[in-house]
């Protein structure tokens, strides 16, 4: 199972990015997709999450309204939209994939993870 982020880059505050990640080497259209992040020094964070289909989505609370998740099943691939950035969205961001989300969040639920793609947000 691989899955590669790609899509970040170095954006003034305000400005956008789109992230991507793409999967293989797993029934795609079975897992759900998460976003993590982690900046320095801080913890790895949730920040969203889609279901299988598509038909749910799941945001932590400083990125809603910011940030859409979305998925193409034909494509093996899930983007994340990011809009108005701040330069506290500054992380590493990993896509993971879960078989058993229940959009919590928890990253104990997702097995394979990808690479991570570094966004940095300029002030």
């Known amino acids: 199972v691989q899955l590669q982020a790609s899509g970040g880059g170095l954006v003034q505050a305000g400005g956008s990015l789109r992230l991507s990640c793409a999967a293989s080497g797993l029934i795609f259209d079975t897992y759900a997709v998460g976003w993590f992040r982690q900046a320095p020094g801080k913890d790895r964070e949730f920040v969203a999450v889609?279901?299988?289909?598509?038909?749910?989505?799941y945001y932590t609370d400083s990125v809603k309204g910011r940030f859409t998740i979305s998925r193409d099943n034909a494509k093996n691939t899930v983007y994340l939209q990011m809009n108005s950035l701040k330069p506290e969205d500054t992380a590493v961001y990993y896509c993971?994939?879960?078989?058993?989300?229940?959009?919590?969040?928890?990253?104990?639920?997702?097995?394979?993870w990808g690479q991570g793609t570094q966004v940095t947000v300029s002030s």
């Open positions: 993971a994939a879960s078989v058993d989300d229940d959009g919590s969040g928890n990253s104990k639920r997702f097995a394979y």
């Open positions: 889609i279901s299988w289909s598509g038909g749910s989505t």
